[in-house]
């Protein structure tokens, strides 16, 4: 299973993004998606997640500001980021766990897209 991140770039504080993610595989079931991000220095941290059953779950630093989503189908996880800050300047990874069809647990991680919020 791959994930494959995009959407990253470089934006004005105040300005909006929009990350996407795609899994693909050969066969696979997805229970949860997320976002993570880590910056210069620091320590990976949860941006936003979201379980098969809709529920969602977002970091302190990001509730009010940025929403989650995926579209089943395309197996594809979405992340909007509104008024966006310079401290949300970061690499953002992509992760997303479930099964293969061989009923073999994966828990997999995107490639990272750079994401960076000018003052």
């Known amino acids: 299973v791959q994930l494959q991140a995009s959407g990253g770039g470089l934006v004005q504080a105040g300005g909006s993004l929009r990350l996407s993610c795609v899994v693909s595989g050969r066969r696979f079931s997805i229970n949860d998606m997320g976002w993570w991000r880590q910056a210069p220095g620091e320590q990976r941290e949860m941006v936003a997640t979201m379980a098969l059953s809709g529920t969602t779950n977002y970091g302190d630093s990001v509730k009010g500001r940025f929403t989650i989503s995926r579209d089943n189908a395309k197996n594809t996880v979405y992340l909007q980021m509104n008024s966006l800050k310079p401290e949300d300047t970061a690499v953002y990874y992509c992760?997303?766990?479930?099964?293969?069809?061989?009923?073999?647990?994966?828990?997999?991680w995107g490639q990272g897209t750079l994401v960076t919020v000018s003052s």
């Open positions: 992760n997303a766990d479930g099964f293969t069809g061989w009923s073999v647990p994966f828990n997999s």
